[in-house]
């Protein structure tokens, strides 16, 4: 975060362009200063890559499949198997082409 100075006017946009509040207890912002502090960073970087990393780590969550051995080998398995259609997937099929041909 860029500091204001005299030099830094406050309606000159800062790098970063987009801004984040946040209304938070007394006893909150005691609680983050104190840690943003501990950390040597001040409270916003403190708060933004706090901020960031959970984002991350959530994302990152979300976006792994995290499978048992069994798993993967039935998951492997059924790729690579050569499974006929059952009919009742060719009847979705043919409803499908069905209704995409229809203007």
């Known amino acids: 975060m860029v500091p204001r100075t005299a030099t830094t006017p406050l309606d000159k946009p800062s790098p970063r362009g987009a801004r984040l509040e946040a209304r938070l207890s007394p006893v909150q912002k005691g609680l983050l ?5 501990l950390s040597g960073r001040t409270l916003s970087e403190f708060v933004l890559k706090s901020a960031e990393d959970a984002a ?10 995290r499978m048992s051995r069994e798993d993967q080998a039935a998951f492997v398995k059924g790729l690579l198997d050569d499974a006929k259609p ?13 209704e995409m041909e229809q203007p």
């Open 33 to 37: 200063q104190r840690a943003a502090d």
């Open 56 to 65: 991350e780590r959530l994302v990152r969550e979300h976006t792994l499949i």
């Open 86 to 98: 059952s009919p009742r997937l060719r009847q979705a099929a043919a409803d499908y082409k069905n």
